[in-house]
Nanobody
Framework: QLPLVESGGGLVQSGGSLRLSCTAS????????ISWFRQTPGKEREGISC????????NFAESVKGRFTISRDNAKNVVYLQMNSLKPEDTAVYYC??????????????????WGQGTQVTVSS
């Protein structure tokens, strides 16, 4: 099990920005496809953005295109999700997920064997 840890969540006003981080202590993320998902109570976990081990980024959700950017810094062993122009509907628990067996980005939760504990993002109106 990969020890993924998310951080950077919090409370922000509508229109504000947050940067989430996903790290793994003691394990290199270089060979992993990493995705960000989010979930609100009563709803299924939604794929947001993904980045391959080669650095190819994909946004799955139309609602975040132009506002959210995923990136990775292999030297620091971290994957970021930069979230700008946040809206109240972005409020959710955000999770990072990783898998070394994927050749490309995939938004299906069942493809990822490793998950973090989640970080809460709350956007006030």
């Amino acid at each position: 099990q990969l020890p993924l840890v998310e951080s950077g969540g919090g409370l922000v006003q509508s229109g504000g920005s947050l940067r989430l981080s996903c790290t793994a202590s003691g394990v290199s993320l270089d060979e992993y496809v990493i995705s960000w998902f989010r979930q609100t109570p009563g709803k299924e976990r939604e794929g947001i953005s993904c980045i391959t081990d080669g650095g190819v980024a994909t946004n799955f959700a139309e609602s975040v295109k132009g506002r959210f950017t995923i990136s990775r810094d292999n030297a620091k062993n971290v994957v970021y999700l930069q979230m700008n122009s946040l809206k109240p509907e972005d409020t959710a628990v955000y999770y990072c997920a990783a898998d070394s067996g994927l050749a490309n980005c995939n938004e299906r939760t069942y493809n990822y064997r490793n998950w973090g504990q989640g970080t809460q993002v709350t956007v006030s109106s």
